[in-house]
């Protein structure tokens, strides 16, 4: 089973999220946002890109693979030295 389509639906101040499977499984989630409903959707268009081909019962693999690739930012450069 792999995740073929995710979809993302506004009412009112809630976001739905519906995930398909390859054999026609769907699971459907909410969530709400807090004042940009349309930036909401891109984020969730940006995690399809990385849901899309992969075992949707692996909940807590994906749930950990979007919150490292998206919360941990790299470490800052180290500052040019005065000479």
């Known amino acids: 089973m792999r995740i073929e389509k995710i979809e993302s639906f506004i009412a009112d101040t809630f976001v739905f999220v519906r995930v398909t499977a390859d054999d026609g499984t769907q699971g459907i989630g909410e969530s709400t946002y807090w004042c940009f409903p349309l930036a909401s959707e891109e984020v969730i268009k940006s995690f399809a890109n990385d849901l899309i081909g992969q075992d949707p019962r692996r909940i807590e693999h994906l749930w950990n693979c979007l ?14 030295s005065a000479q």
């Not at 919150?67 to 040019?80: G, L, M, N, T, V």
């Open 67 to 80: 919150y490292r690739k998206y919360s941990f930012r790299e470490p800052p450069s180290p500052a040019p």
